[in-house]
């Protein structure tokens, strides 16, 4: 049997097998969806057929298509919901999932329909859509509960976590480990389908639907864990919805926790939350991907981190965690002995926390050298600079590095505001030379802004690109320009917010507003962190005229107030950790003395649309790649609430058009050439799409 596009079938004496074929990951789209469901059928018409094993090419499924909610066609007909899991349920055939590589959210719902479910011992099985905000939708939060019990349920569907073959056979979500899945379904099929036939029952096969959660305390375990998500405000719709499910598998009949579940799931794959969290998902997904074939990528098995400070060790632990043999560089022993020792804590703190493994830190620590001098990274396939953010101390650094490393090695810098250009420049390979610009505290921090430099190679681009997704980082790929995506884009945010101070509110109230909104930190909150010094002096360095809307943020860094680190800024910091607004601000600007009331949706409208009119002109000269692009930046790196997207999503929610008009209004009433309608902005009519 030759199968259609999208599903392979062919025959092993009487039993069935139906392979899905929709690569990379057999995403469950609606075309495969109908293929499968067809083939399902034909097996079930066929009284030679007395199994079926459901398999997929290379990976089992990593179960729907995102981008199908959006399209309406996630849930047009066959759905994998009701339709194909439904039909699963009423064959008289017993079907097998045989499971490699991965079988996620609908994948692994698909496979808990089947009677039986096989899997290789390093397949990775889960339902991580509460982690986007979603929930499991085709019977999961029923069919999990039933197979594992309500306690591991709870918490596979909640973290979103993913468990090997050995861990699922352990917990009873799959029946058997083997190595040849497809042969080991063969033969159970063979049993299956003898007891079925053996038995008078039609409906003789195992099926999850006829099981119940028969545990004492299930109602009042999900009812613990729904009274403490609704506590936490971190908590997103999904795990509620989820959990309003698991719920209904406790306290119904199969059919009806079914229909609730469809009911939670459809109405939440339509909220705004829902939409924003897929949009993010797909944008970092591609977010990482760069038009050069995987094959011209160097594998990077040793590296060197050049600069033994703050960025640095969090460099270090990134890479050590990615399996990365590592030597961390710095000019004095002092200095190399104290970023090892405080790596080495680090590690530590990870095992108390029960991140990692006793076995984990000791692999890590041997891998950790840490030395005085650039000869130190004569070895390595990639070296990663971070030291202070001064050109000549790059470019010094950067060639001598040239004479020390060998052909070929990556050679990146971590600068935040320096032209890479001129960094290159330095060495006689330009084509190595790239930016990594990893964002504080590194070891944490998802972001990474790729820099493409004028001579960058494209392998060492892809090359660093799949370094940093190897350190389990987010890239993005950013063209040379001041301030790069992020940061560009992120200070005319903090202008923003001090040009509203200067016409007259409160910084501490600007603050409050923006985090009510969903910013993890109020713009002045932020200063305080970076430091009211740093932008000033980067600001005095600066060529041109003094622009008026910084006057009051230099007023704050001219007395001293440098924020966190001397104890005063915006805020002034106690000893105990409390902070509260520093008063002696208020003689810097005339407090609500403004000709104007500005109200609450004013400070949230010209804040955010700032990061959007910057983020038209980023585009515009394509530093970024992308809108989608431009949002996983801001998102992953400065605190832009997740439940929005991103600004450019944002914009588009508001519409385009509303977008322009705001801006147009700002002009007038601010009179700041800041708000100059953008060409490009005024084009805009579609949604984004990553
Ligand atoms: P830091 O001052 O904590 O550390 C710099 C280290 O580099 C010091 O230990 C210094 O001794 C060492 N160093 C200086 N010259 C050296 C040389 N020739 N050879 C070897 N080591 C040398 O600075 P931090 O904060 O770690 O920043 C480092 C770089 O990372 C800068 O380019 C900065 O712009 C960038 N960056 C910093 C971020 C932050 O939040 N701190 C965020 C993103 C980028």
Redesign the pocket.
């Known amino acids: 049997m030759a199968g259609s596009a999208r599903v392979d079938q062919h025959r092993e004496g009487d039993v069935l097998i139906v392979t899905m074929v929709n690569p990379p990951v057999n995403t469950l789209g609606r075309p495969l969806r109908r293929d499968l469901l067809a083939a399902l059928e034909n097996a079930e018409a066929d009284p030679t057929i007395k199994a079926v094993v459901v398999t997929g090419r290379g990976n089992f499924s990593a179960g729907a298509d995102l981008a199908e909610f959006d399209s309406g066609e996630g849930l047009a007909e066959p759905t994998l919901h009701l339709t194909i899991a439904g039909y699963l349920d009423s064959m008289k055939t017993p079907t097998i999932a045989a499971i490699t590589g991965v079988a996620l959210g609908g994948g692994l719902e698909l496979a808990l329909a089947c009677s039986a479910r096989i899997a290789e011992r390093d397949s990775r099985l889960g339902l991580p859509e509460t982690t986007l905000g979603f929930m499991p939708g085709a019977g999961g939060t029923q069919r999990l509960p039933r197979a594992i019990g309500i306690e591991a349920a709870l918490d596979l569907i909640m973290t979103g976590r993913s468990v090997d073959g050995s861990q699922a056979l352990s917990m009873g979500l799959v029946d058997a480990i083997d190595s040849d899945v497809i042969a080991a379904a063969i033969a159970m099929a063979a049993r299956l389908a003898a007891s079925a036939s053996a038995s008078a029952n039609a409906n003789a096969k195992p099926r999850l639907r006829d099981d119940a959660v028969e545990e004492p305390l299930a109602e009042a375990l999900v009812e613990a864990a729904r009274r403490s998500a609704a506590r936490n405000p971190r908590v997103n719709a999904g795990v509620l919805d989820a959990l309003a499910a698991l719920s209904a598998a406790v306290t119904l009949p199969f059919d009806k926790g079914l229909a609730r579940e469809f009911e939670l799931f459809r109405s939440l794959a339509l909220q705004p939350e829902a939409r924003a969290a897929r949009y993010r998902f797909l944008s970092e997904r591609a977010a990482g991907r760069v038009p050069t074939p995987d094959e011209s990528t160097t594998p990077v098995s040793r590296a060197a981190v050049?600069?033994?400070?703050?960025?640095?060790r969090g460099i270090t632990l990134a890479l050590l965690g990615a399996g990365v043999v590592t030597t961390i560089?710095?000019?004095?022993l002092e200095?190399v002995d104290s970023?090892v020792a405080a790596i080495a804590a680090e590690l530590e703190r990870s095992v108390s926390k029960g991140r990692l493994s006793g076995r984990q830190r000791d692999e890590q620590l041997a891998s950790l050298t840490g030395v005085v001098g650039?000869d130190g990274a004569a070895d390595v396939d990639a070296v990663i600079e971070?030291?202070?953010?001064d050109l000549q101390?790059?470019i010094?650094?950067f060639a001598q590095l040239d004479s020390i490393a060998r052909p070929g090695t990556i050679l990146a810098?971590?600068?935040?505001?320096?032209d890479l250009n001129l960094i290159a420049g330095a060495t006689k390979r330009p084509e190595s030379v790239v930016g990594m610009?990893?964002?504080?505290p590194?070891n944490i921090m998802k972001l990474v802004e790729v820099v493409n430099g004028a001579h960058t190679a494209p392998a060492t681009l892809a090359s660093t690109v799949a370094l940093a997704k190897r350190m389990k980082k987010i890239p993005v790929v950013a063209e040379v320009g001041p301030g790069f995506i992020g940061n560009r884009i992120f200070d005319q945010y903090l202008r923003q917010a001090n040009s509203l101070v200067l016409e007259g509110l409160e910084p501490s109230r600007v603050d409050r507003v923006l985090e009510a909104w969903g910013m993890a930190m109020g713009p002045f909150r932020v200063l305080d962190v970076?430091g009211n010094d740093v932008p000033w002096m980067a600001r005095r360095a600066a060529p041109g005229a003094k622009d008026p809307a910084w006057a009051i943020a230099d007023a704050v860094a001219e007395r001293g107030w440098f924020g966190r680190k001397s104890g005063i800024g915006w805020y002034r910091y106690a000893a105990d950790g409390s902070s509260s607004p520093n008063s002696e601000v208020g003689s810097l600007y005339s407090p609500g003395r403004g000709d104007r009331a500005i109200d609450d949706a004013e400070i949230v409208e010209r804040c955010v649309l700032a990061m959007v009119r910057e983020a038209a002109d980023v585009l515009e000269a394509a530093i970024a790649a992308s809108s989608a692009d431009v949002d996983t930046v801001m998102v992953n790196g400065y605190g832009f609430p997740a439940r929005h997207g991103g600004p450019w999503f944002f914009a588009s929610d508001l519409g385009f058009d509303r977008a322009n008009r705001a801006m147009v209004k700002w002009a007038r009433v601010t009179s700041d050439p800041f708000w100059e309608p953008s060409t490009f902005l005024r084009s805009r009519e579609d949604r984004p799409t990553p």
Request: a negative charge.
């Open positions: 050049v600069g033994a400070g703050t960025m640095g560089i710095d000019t004095d200095r970023a650039l971070a030291v202070f953010e101390v790059k010094d650094v810098s971590n600068t935040s505001s320096l610009h990893f964002f504080s590194a970076i």
